[in-house]
């Protein structure tokens, strides 16, 4: 506890000269502002609240599961249903969805090297194409939900088995030379398209959530936050960004390419 | 019995520290807004309280019901509102947080050496997320309840009944995230928290349970979470997931849940063996035998805890092989459990044993657990559990798992704790008189019922045949006393916050690091930051020390 004004002053003059500032701190017994009190060093503040998120995406991990496991079950159950629902997704647009979220996911990582080496600008920027290629990706998934609407395959609201017992006449299952499915396994594709909102819904909730931190980050890094040492935030922002990516790479191998060849 | 280990300060001249963590900052905001572990655990153990006694009350309700076999008090369908209640209420509002949140969240950091927990907003937020989820529980109970059982179990829930099971469904997923972000607050607390010398091997076992705990709250309940999402979705678009005529398996929402629900009693469990271990050793002043095995048994039993949830489903049409795999698989979280205690038998063995309250609750836990733990053991094995499940033996297991089990130690962590957490002690006679009620009432209300169920009465029933009366009119006078029991605690520990006797610091002369320090301790519980330099539960250490003391002040 060195209270005289001389010494704080002096920390105080330490911290705005960079590189240094706290290791000269926690040497004169002060610590910077963004140390909460209860840490004993700005390393153990990082360390910690870095494996909390860690754990915290791991809980992530295990609520998206049950949804995987009921696909997993399901799709063993049901196969010819779930290849007759697969080929009325857009493999097209899920691509590109795919190559925008990892372009996300580059200019993310770019925001968290922008934020340790203490550029302003450039992570005002990286973080703004973050949250313009996050809002893309929803633009592109809204798209995509127009289409089902318009051929009838929300479950539960507004289904139709049209595609399913006269794929001919359905451009989709046409492409890829479907036979028409009885009408008992046909009835099943609703839950493959139950999975396949759920899924994809959650996912979405989780961009949504994302893409509202990130707006709240960019109004604080041109105030000049983060690019001041003190890079957990972003740090752990971008862990859950890259999260919610991965989870988009296992939906998309498993909606949409799956069952592009029989 | 006058052998006693209490030591207190002379009362003529012992004042409580006039700095502490209560009196630090005055005003309801200052409690409210507060990231002080104790203080959150203050507020956990005011709402909890709460809560145990609106669930008390309906357990009141169906035992009155239940001692005649015409159902004459309610309706019947009002009294599957009442069990439904009550389970709910027990279990996501009470036994659930009941140790971890309280004792768990005062004292690990304590316990470690640290100033708080890793993430104390976090910890802040955990706590309204469980006010939240308890108001929507009394919503529920307003808005006229609901009757499905704590379980959700589809498709009665999903097609059959249309009471607040969305409102329910709500209360537990926010409650659930409230109890995610408790075990991964201790899990990042013991991992990054320790103070220079706590090595993993030298954690009080209350750690090492609480840390198996933690893994369970962190990877089980986002399974309930998404299961409950997935049967809110079904109940209001119909998405046939757990839907037959579409194709969908009610059976797939049973293995999510319990899933869940399984490890979710080692959730409940596991904190109250810690506090055992604690009692046990300080109580018998000898290190727990064993450290080790005990330490990982807690772990054994959150890792196997996890593949034998199966076992709630030995009747509902899971596969022969199925039956097998998770019947052995449950057989062996009797051995870790086992290892608990026979370690404890051991600790005890030769040790200097006094029956202060906390001991007394000690002994009841040790007992009635190994009962309720056997007879998991003959639901464990598919052929008795064909015969057994869905009866009140089922009940009275549950039971002596989960109230003579995981109460008792609440009970026996609570006044072993007391005296640190408010600076008092609670009144000795008195509260041994209630541990012995307790036990007493307990025993007369649950014994019962494992006759009951092997005679074959169904539980769940508002009504029963005339020939099962005299065992249940026993049950009703055992749960009268146990109510009597519960009451005590909470009237003697009202009186000792302002009459108790000054506890000083370590009126048990136990040897955690929370007993280092004053009581009720300071904000930032160690004034400067410890070093652990000797093993846990080291009383040769503790008397060094105190020789130390009294030779400094001489």
């Known amino acids: 506890m060195s209270d005289s004004p001389a010494i704080a002053h002096g920390a105080q003059a330490l911290a705005n000269s960079a590189d240094s500032a706290s290791a000269a701190n926690s040497a004169l017994g002060e610590h910077p502002a963004y140390q909460r009190h209860h840490f004993e060093t700005v390393d153990q503040q990082a360390d910690a609240t870095n494996f909390a998120m860690w754990l915290f995406l791991l809980t992530e991990v295990m609520f998206f599961?049950?949804?995987?496991?009921?696909?997993?079950?399901?799709?063993?159950?049901?196969?010819?249903?779930?290849?007759?629902?697969?080929?009325?997704?857009?493999?097209?647009?899920?691509?590109?969805?795919?190559?925008?979220?990892?372009?996300?996911?580059?200019?993310?990582?770019?925001?968290?090297?922008?934020?340790?080496?203490?550029?302003?600008?450039?992570?005002?920027?990286?973080?703004?194409?973050?949250?313009?290629?996050?809002?893309?990706?929803?633009?592109?998934?809204?798209?995509?939900?127009?289409?089902?609407?318009?051929?009838?395959?929300?479950?539960?609201?507004?289904?139709?088995?049209?595609?399913?017992?006269?794929?001919?006449?359905?451009?989709?299952?046409?492409?890829?030379?479907?036979?028409?499915?009885?009408?008992?396994?046909?009835?099943?594709?609703?839950?493959?398209?139950?999975?396949?909102?759920?899924?994809?819904?959650?996912?979405?909730?989780?961009?949504?959530?994302?893409?509202?931190?990130?707006?709240?980050?960019?109004?604080?890094?041109?105030?000049?936050?983060?690019?001041?040492?003190?890079?957990t935030f972003v740090e752990n922002f971008g862990l859950y960004w890259h999260f919610v990516d991965i989870i988009w790479i296992y939906l998309f191998a498993l909606l949409y390419l799956i069952s592009r060849h029989q | 019995m006058s052998a006693t280990i209490v030591s207190l300060p002379d009362q003529s001249t012992a004042r409580i520290p006039k700095v502490n963590f209560i009196t630090k900052e005055n005003g309801l905001l200052s409690w409210l807004l507060t990231g002080d572990h104790k203080r959150i655990a203050i507020l956990y153990l005011i709402s909890i309280t709460f809560f145990f006694f609106i669930g008390g009350a309906l357990a009141g309700l169906i035992r009155l019901e239940l001692l005649t076999p015409q159902s004459d008090l309610m309706a019947t369908d009002t009294y599957n509102k009442v069990f439904t209640m009550h389970g709910i209420i027990m279990i996501f509002l009470f036994l659930v947080p009941s140790v971890p949140a309280t004792l768990g969240n005062f004292f690990i950091p304590m316990m470690i050496g640290a100033k708080d927990l890793a993430l104390p907003r976090i910890n802040l937020l955990s706590w309204y997320l469980y006010v939240v989820g308890g108001i929507l529980v009394i919503y529920t109970m307003v808005a006229g309840g609901v009757d499905t059982g704590w379980t959700f179990t589809t498709p009665l829930s999903t097609h059959y009944i249309n009471t607040n099971v969305m409102s329910t469904g709500m209360a537990v997923f926010i409650a659930g995230f409230s109890s995610i972000f408790t075990g991964l607050n201790f899990i990042v607390t013991l991992h990054k928290m320790r103070c220079p010398g706590m090595t993993w091997f030298r954690l009080p076992l209350f750690c090492w349970a609480h840390y198996a705990a933690s893994i369970l709250m962190v990877l089980g309940t986002p399974v309930l979470a998404i299961a409950v999402v997935l049967l809110a979705l079904e109940r209001t678009v119909g998405i046939g997931v757990f839907d037959p005529t579409k194709g969908g398996d009610p059976l797939l929402f049973q293995h999510l849940f319990w899933f869940y629900s399984h490890p979710a009693v080692y959730i409940m469990i596991l904190p109250g063996m810690g506090v055992i271990s604690e009692t046990v050793s300080t109580f018998s002043r000898k290190r727990v035998f064993g450290y080790t095995a005990v330490a990982f048994s807690s772990v054994a039993i959150a890792v196997f805890g996890f593949f034998v949830w199966a076992h709630h489903m030995f009747i509902m049409g899971i596969s022969n092989y199925a039956?097998?795999?998770?019947?052995?698989?449950?057989?062996?979280?009797?051995?870790?459990?086992?290892?608990?205690?026979?370690?404890?038998?051991?600790?005890?063995?030769?040790?200097?044993?006094?029956?202060?309250?906390?001991?007394?609750?000690?002994?009841?836990?040790?007992?009635?657990?190994?009962?309720?733990?056997?007879?998991?053991?003959?639901?464990?094995?598919?052929?008795?559990?064909?015969?057994?499940?869905?009866?009140?033996?089922?009940?009275?297991?549950?039971?002596?798992?989960?109230?003579?089990?995981?109460?008792?130690?609440?009970?026996?962590?609570?006044?072993?704790?007391?005296?640190?957490?408010?600076?008092?002690?609670?009144?000795?006679?008195?509260?041994?008189?209630?541990?012995?009620?307790?036990?007493?009432?307990?025993?007369?209300?649950?014994?019962?019922?494992?006759?009951?169920?092997?005679?074959?009465?169904?539980?769940?029933?508002?009504?029963?045949?005339?020939?099962?009366?005299?065992?249940?009119?026993?049950?009703?006078a055992g749960a009268t006393i146990l109510g009597v029991g519960y009451l005590l605690p909470v009237l003697y520990l009202t009186w000792s916050l302002k009459y108790g006797a000054i506890a000083g610091n370590n009126p048990w002369q136990a040897t955690g690091l929370e007993w280092t320090t004053q009581s009720p301790p300071l904000t930032e519980n160690f004034v400067v930051t410890p070093i652990m330099d000797h093993e846990a539960y080291d009383y040769d250490w503790l008397e060094a020390q105190q020789a130390k003391e009294v030779a400094s002040v001489r």
């Open chain 1, 65 to 231: 599961g049950g949804l995987f496991t009921a696909y997993l079950i399901y799709r063993n159950w049901y196969y010819p249903a779930f290849v007759a629902g697969s080929h009325q997704l857009n493999v097209v647009w899920g691509t590109l969805n795919t190559l925008v979220l990892i372009a996300s996911s580059f200019t993310m990582a770019m925001g968290v090297w922008c934020s340790e080496t203490r550029r302003r600008r450039g992570l005002v920027l990286c973080l703004s194409l973050t949250f313009f290629l996050g809002m893309c990706f929803l633009g592109i998934k809204t798209i995509e939900y127009h289409e089902k609407w318009e051929k009838h395959h929300i479950p539960g609201l507004h289904y139709s088995l049209q595609s399913f017992l006269d794929p001919a006449h359905d451009e989709a299952a046409a492409a890829y030379g479907d036979k028409p499915l009885p009408l008992d396994m046909a009835r099943h594709t609703e839950l493959y398209f139950f999975l396949y909102f759920a899924m994809t819904g959650m996912h979405a909730l989780h961009m949504i959530i994302g893409i509202a931190i990130l707006g709240y980050m960019i109004v604080r890094a041109k105030a000049g936050a983060y690019t001041t040492g003190h890079v």
């Open chain 2, 323 to 476: 039956v097998l795999v998770f019947s052995l698989l449950t057989m062996l979280v009797a051995v870790p459990s086992a290892i608990k205690i026979f370690n404890w038998t051991f600790t005890l063995y030769k040790g200097s044993i006094t029956f202060e309250t906390p001991m007394l609750y000690s002994f009841g836990f040790m007992g009635l657990f190994t009962i309720g733990g056997m007879t998991g053991v003959f639901l464990g094995a598919s052929g008795t559990d064909i015969h057994l499940t869905e009866t009140y033996f089922i009940v009275a297991h549950f039971h002596f798992v989960m109230v003579g089990g995981m109460l008792m130690a609440f009970l026996a962590g609570i006044h072993f704790w007391w005296p640190k957490m408010t600076g008092r002690m609670y009144p000795e006679k008195i509260s041994q008189l209630a541990a012995v009620v307790t036990f007493i009432g307990f025993n007369l209300t649950f014994f019962p019922q494992f006759i009951l169920g092997t005679l074959g009465m169904p539980r769940r029933y508002a009504a029963y045949p005339p020939e099962f009366q005299i065992l249940n009119v026993f049950s009703t």
